[in-house]
């Protein structure tokens, strides 16, 4: 009976540590949602510096990446965790998808730097290849920096007719880095954690009205005024 009692008290602990553990990885997830919608609504405050309008409602799809670490010291690297929503057939925006970003570079680069990143995607296919596998920009995808401000005239960049365009915002020093050799992959464990559901697949949450935390709503609604 002792026996008995000892294992019956391990096992509630375990399912407690597990409990705990799941709550605190939601919240990490719920707080990552957070910042992508406050980075969202300020990169997009000031109208002469922001992402053009007429791309974001061309757009379909948006990712939001906020504190991408980037070192260097002749080899380089970066990596950071965030989410992308898709427009949908209807053209409301998905919920959120975690995703991860990891990449490295070589040349001449010495520092460190944290950068939030926005990613702009120009067409669905871009999309769909990023949620079947690994997906690195440049590769599977062109990509170049995008232009900003109220207009869309006279920006070279599009002249290259890029399928992603990206943004960055920096609160630190680096030079030579680059998003070329970039690659996206799904954040699996981020999904579960925030969604509450095991196993569940991008496509569930991108296609489907799945619930989902307070947050998503909001980062929802705040690319959904931006990019209508």
């Known amino acids: 009976m002792k026996m008995r009692r000892v294992v019956w008290m391990l096992v509630a602990l375990c399912c407690g540590f597990l409990s705990v553990s799941s709550a605190i990885a939601a919240e990490e997830q719920t707080r990552k949602v957070e910042q992508a919608a406050e980075i969202m609504r300020q990169i997009m405050a000031i109208p002469e510096q922001a992402i053009p309008p007429q791309l974001l409602e061309n757009s379909h799809g948006i990712a939001i990446i906020p504190a991408v670490i980037k070192v260097g010291f002749v080899f380089g690297g970066r990596y950071g965790k965030g989410v992308v929503l898709v427009r949908q057939e209807d053209g409301a925006w998905s919920n959120p998808c975690f995703i991860s970003l ?7 680069q010495i520092g460190a730097q944290s950068t939030d990143v926005i990613l702009v995607f120009k067409n669905r296919s871009s999309i769909d290849d990023m949620l079947k596998s690994q997906f690195t920009l440049g590769a599977d995808a062109s990509v170049a920096a995008g232009p900003v ?5 006279g920006a070279t960049d599009l002249e290259l007719k890029a399928e992603i365009y990206s943004y960055s915002r920096s609160r ?3 030079a030579g880095v680059s998003l070329e050799g970039s690659a996206i992959t799904i954040d699996g464990e981020s999904n579960a954690a925030f969604y509450e559901q095991k196993n569940i697949l991008p496509r569930d949450i991108l296609e489907k009205r799945l619930k989902a935390p307070a947050a998503a709503t909001r980062l929802r609604e705040i690319v959904a005024r931006h990019a209508h």
């Open 172 to 174: 630190g020093l680096f």
């Open 149 to 153: 401000g109220r207009h869309l005239a």
């Open 102 to 108: 990891a990449g490295g570079s070589f040349g001449w």
